[in-house]
């Protein structure tokens, strides 16, 4: 048994990926620059925070968590998780730090669109369990 393509949807997926640099913001949120030699610079915290990869396309099989009370899945119970994702084997690259986007837009925290901001993201992986022919992936939603 293949995974049908008429079940997938469109998703995409971002790995971790290091750490980047807290920009320190005005009060409109907007990043604070300065001018060296005629180049702007954004004006860095001293902080980080975890870095992700460019969003990159896949399709898969959600679907909701649900179902009894007591169903454990991978010894977890069916509240830590509420998704699941169902790829054929080795489909992509994706980890238990990785994030995913189903229905929200792909957001970024600088005006180069290259620091992925987590928090637009849909839903965090918690379980990654592959088997002979398939790939299952706990997901984890994110509160927004």
Not at 22 to 38: A, L, M
Not at 70 to 92: Q, R, T
Not at 128 to 137: A, G, R
């Amino acid at each position: 048994m293949r995974l049908l393509r008429k079940n997938t949807q469109p998703m995409k997926y971002s790995l971790q990926d290091g750490r980047v640099p807290i920009y320190e913001r005005d009060e409109n949120g907007d990043i604070v620059y300065i001018e060296v030699d005629g180049q702007k610079i954004p004006v860095e915290t001293g902080e980080y925070e975890t870095g992700y990869s460019a969003p990159v396309d896949f399709m898969g099989n959600i679907s909701m968590s649900g179902g009894e009370a007591e169903a454990k899945e991978f010894g977890m119970d069916i509240g830590d998780f509420d998704a699941v994702i169902v790829l054929e084997k080795d489909a992509i690259p994706i980890t238990e730090t990785s994030i995913i986007w189903h229905t929200s837009s792909v957001k970024y925290k600088d005006e180069q669109n290259t620091i992925v901001d987590a928090k637009s993201a849909d839903y965090a992986v918690k379980r990654v369990s592959p088997s002979l022919n398939f790939t299952k992936v706990l997901l984890q939603r994110i509160v927004k």
